[in-house]
Antibody
Framework: QVTLRESGPALVKPTQTLTLTCTFS??????????VNWIRQPPGKALEWLAR???????YYTPSLKTRLTISKDTSKNQVVLTMTNMDPVDTATYYC???????????WGQGTLVTVSS | DIQMTQSPSTLSASVGDRVTITCRAR??????LAWYQQKPGKAPKLLIY???SLQSGVPSRFSGSGSGTEFTLTISSLQPDDFATYYC????????FGQGTKVEIK
């Protein structure tokens, strides 16, 4: 059974760096074809794909946020970490991690974690 | 980024109606298109991948079609559980989502 769970601070101040951890079970990120993505959703708004890390450590970022994002994995801990620098109130959102199903699609999701950016 | 545009933004329908949602890509994405259903407070659920392939466990009243730049999601007979927001996602070049279509009760 594949499960994913996001964790991190619920509140960050403007200009701070956000660090989110996705802890998963039911698969190994060292298995060929596996990848984990981060997606966010501001309250009442649409989904926005942020980043992806593949089993072979290839990394992909949405171009508009590329300079602020870093994704990494710890295969031994079954974790993927996303950092986002220089947080702003517009970054307030529910952040999800998700594993691929068929290539590129997001078949398994965590429950999401709400991050509020406020001073 | 490849911009994805969904229409309509909101759709009012009744149980039993046939419902169609359209998603257009700014440039060709072949059939690298997925559809998701999201209910309030929940994570999205994958319905369709590769434009027309039904994800395992998804009812057959859901279907997808299209290629290149124009795609549709059809619900053949709307059920009470289908009132939700639907998103398209392109995964031909990085990934981007449409802005969503809310299907509400008429």
């Amino acid at each position: 059974q594949v499960t994913l769970r996001e964790s991190g601070p619920a509140l960050v101040k403007p200009t701070q760096t956000l660090t989110l951890t996705c802890t998963f079970s039911g698969f190994s990120l060292s298995t060929s074809g596996m990848c984990v993505n981060w997606i966010r959703q501001p309250p009442g708004k649409a989904l926005e794909w942020l980043a992806r890390i593949d089993w072979d450590d290839d990394k992909y970022y949405t171009p508009s946020l590329k300079t602020r994002l870093t994704i990494s994995k710890d295969t031994s801990k079954n974790q993927v970490v996303l950092t986002m620098t220089n947080m702003d109130p517009v970054d307030t959102a529910t952040y999800y991690c998700a594993r691929n199903a068929a290539a590129g699609t997001l078949g398994y999701w965590g429950q999401g974690t709400l991050v509020t950016v406020s001073s | 980024d490849i911009q994805m545009t969904q229409s309509p933004s909101t759709l009012s329908a009744s149980v039993g109606d046939r419902v169609t949602i359209t998603c257009r890509a700014r440039q060709s994405i072949s059939t690298w298109l997925a559809w998701y259903q999201q209910k309030p407070g929940k994570a999205p659920k994958l319905l369709i991948y590769k434009a027309s392939s039904l994800q395992s466990g998804v009812p057959s009243r859901f279907s997808g079609s299209g290629s290149g730049t124009e795609f549709t999601l059809t619900i053949s007979s709307l059920q009470p559980d289908d009132f939700a927001t639907y998103y398209c996602q392109q995964y031909g070049s990085y990934s981007t989502f449409g802005q969503g279509t809310k299907v509400e009760i008429k």
